[in-house]
């Protein structure tokens, strides 16, 4: 899709109206090839703090939707969460947007396409293997009364994200009125997910 696809997919006249989370969900969700200049236009004409909340929205509700004993792989999309939010909330300019953008990119083709999560039937026969986006899906089925399954989420877990540092205080201001820091991440400081590294802010 190019932008003015882009746009008639998610129903929105201009990217100033991306403000509903069933576009970030759709969005991200969606099986179509979006071009990744598309979703630069989209954010960039969006405002920051909106598309801040749609993510944690829209992370919250795939959390939601793990099965149990699913640790690891909600630890790593709490710290994609952060370094999303982080980067869109910390965007000055049009660089931090395209930086943004990339981060965005990466992480859809991941959630909907590349990342691969293996599905053993509880009642015996073949594996299944799903991308996490279609392994939550049967996951909420089977909720419902759907096949049950035992999840393995080992291969899911290889995501790298990029070393940066963000504002520590704008992804806690909702927990914590006061912090002078940084929370800085680097793919070599943690496994799977688990371990984040703070630093004090010096100034």
């Not at 405002?47 to 944690?56: G, V």
């Amino acid at each position: 899709m190019n932008f003015e696809e882009l746009m008639e997919y998610l129903d929105l006249e201009d990217a100033a109206d991306f403000q509903y989370f069933e576009a970030m969900a759709d969005m991200i969700e969606s099986e179509e090839y979006i071009e990744q200049e598309a979703l630069y236009q989209l954010f960039d004409g969006a405002d920051n703090t909106m598309i801040s909340e749609l993510l944690n929205d829209f992370f919250e509700d795939i959390m939601g939707g793990l099965p149990e004993d699913s640790g690891e792989i909600c630890s790593l999309l709490e710290q994609i969460k952060m370094c999303l939010t982080g980067l869109i909330m910390n965007a000055e300019d049009d660089s931090d947007i395209r930086r943004f953008t990339d981060e965005f990119h990466r992480f859809r083709n991941w959630y909907s396409e590349e990342s691969e999560v293996e599905l053993l039937p509880e009642n015996g026969g073949a594996p299944r293997y799903f991308c996490l986006r279609d392994a939550i899906t049967s996951a909420r089925v089977e909720r419902l009364g759907g096949d049950r399954f035992r999840y393995n989420f080992e291969n899911a877990v290889d995501y790298e994200l990029d070393s940066y540092t963000m504002s520590f205080s704008d992804l806690v201001a909702a927990e914590d009125d006061y912090n002078n820091g940084t929370i800085v991440f680097d793919k070599d400081d943690y496994e799977f997910g688990e371990n984040l590294s703070m630093e004090e802010d010096r100034y």
